[in-house]
């Protein structure tokens, strides 16, 4: 990687000071996506392949799973312990980097979507989990973070007491976002990318979900000296409840680096417009946004995340909100789409 020094590059290097297991391909392309550009008047697209980043079928997941192994390697851990949504991606990728990392690992799996099939029991993420040889916990509430949280303090002293060292990986926004240092790192990677392809960017739009990859470029981009407007697409919860939780996470990278990387209000950006009915839930603009983007560029978008994400960008050029050279930070998760096969094809 060019070491351009960008404005506040020393941010970048006191993230070295946090532990570390290198696990993603990096940095991944930035690409031009000009079918699905050619499809809107007045806009160029662009795609940060995050999807390439190699473990256990990439996807963000792997950029912040690398501070998170770091301190349980740290710590001398030998079983990871992380809750999520059935088809998490999140807790797939943590699975697939135990494994990588000679580590057990415990995943227990919450019930957000209601009235779901077969399918998305059996298949895609959940699938993957089995292969993987993850022990798996059911939690039977969607929307506890708190809850689960303490769900999996008790699975992990059951551990301790059967002579294992375990690590967890928290849900709820009051822990340290280490995940999201990650993405301050990959903010930089943008930055020497747009740098050697002389692009100037204007817009990047990113699925703003448990946050951390949200903040994490937010921080990053500012820290650096970057203006470039950044909207998160909700997936989870209303842009109301969504800006709380990534000021929250902002305010905590600010205490860990000690640094005010100079964010505005008016820099949290987000928009719910894709959000409806829900987690995890189908809606006919999702559907357009991963058939489109698979039709003009041959790209898998997944129903929960990047497709409501891409739904979301595409309102926002068509509301003109935003114009110019706009970026889709691609996060993965792939794999869901088979969880959602019967949905997709109806």
Same mark, same amino acid.
């Given at each position: 990687? %060019? ?51 190699? $473990? ?7 950029? +912040?799973?690398?501070? !998170? ?50 399918? =998305?029991?059996?298949?895609? %993420?959940?699938? $993957? %989990? ?36 375990? =690590? ?25 990318? $747009?740098?050697?392809? #002389? ?8 699925? #703003? ?34 800006? +709380? ?33 829900? !987690?995890?839930?189908? %809606? ?20 929960? !995340? ?33 969880? =959602?096969?019967?949905? $997709?094809?109806?």
């Amino acid at each position: 990687m %060019n070491d351009k020094d960008f404005n506040g590059q020393g941010v970048v290097e006191q993230l070295r000071t946090f532990p570390r297991c290198l696990l993603a391909h990096v940095p991944t392309p930035l690409e031009v996506m000009e079918r699905l550009s050619a499809h809107f008047a007045g806009v160029s697209l662009f795609v940060k392949r995050d999807d390439c980043t190699g $473990l256990g079928f990439g996807g963000n997941k792997v950029r +912040q799973l690398e501070y !998170y192994l770091g301190h349980a390697v740290k710590e001398r851990a030998d079983t990871i312990l992380i809750t999520g949504a059935v088809q998490s991606n999140f807790v797939r990728v943590a699975a697939a980097a135990a494994r990588r990392m000679g580590m057990e690992c415990h995943i227990q799996l919450e019930e957000r979507v209601q009235q779901v099939d077969t399918l =998305y029991r059996s298949s895609g %993420n959940v699938l $993957l %989990n089995r292969i993987l040889g993850a022990t798996l916990h059911s939690y039977p509430v969607g929307e506890d973070e708190a809850g689960a949280d303490a769900k999996l303090g008790q699975i992990a002293e059951q551990l301790r007491q059967d002579g294992s060292v375990p =690590y967890i990986i928290p849900l709820g926004p009051e822990h340290d976002p280490l995940g999201a240092l990650a993405y301050i790192d990959a903010a930089h990677e943008l930055l020497v990318q $747009l740098d050697q392809q #002389s692009l100037p960017l204007d817009h990047l739009v990113v699925t #703003s979900g448990s946050g951390a990859t949200h903040a994490g470029l937010l921080f990053g981009l500012r820290a650096l000296g970057s203006r470039i407007g950044i909207t998160g697409v909700c997936s989870r919860r209303n842009a109301l409840s969504q800006r +709380q939780r990534i000021a929250g996470h902002l305010e905590k990278l600010s205490a860990m680096l000690n640094k005010d990387p100079g964010i505005e209000p008016d820099d949290i950006r987000l928009t719910d417009v894709s959000l409806a009915p829900g !987690y995890g839930r189908l %809606n006919d603009g999702v559907i357009e946004a991963l058939r489109l983007t698979a039709r003009c560029e041959g790209l898998f978008l997944d129903p929960v !995340y990047t497709a409501k994400t891409m739904a979301g960008l595409f309102h926002l050029v068509r509301q003109q909100e935003i114009s110019g050279k706009i970026l889709f930070w691609h996060t993965g998760g792939q794999p869901a789409l088979f969880g =959602y096969g019967e949905g $997709l094809l109806d």
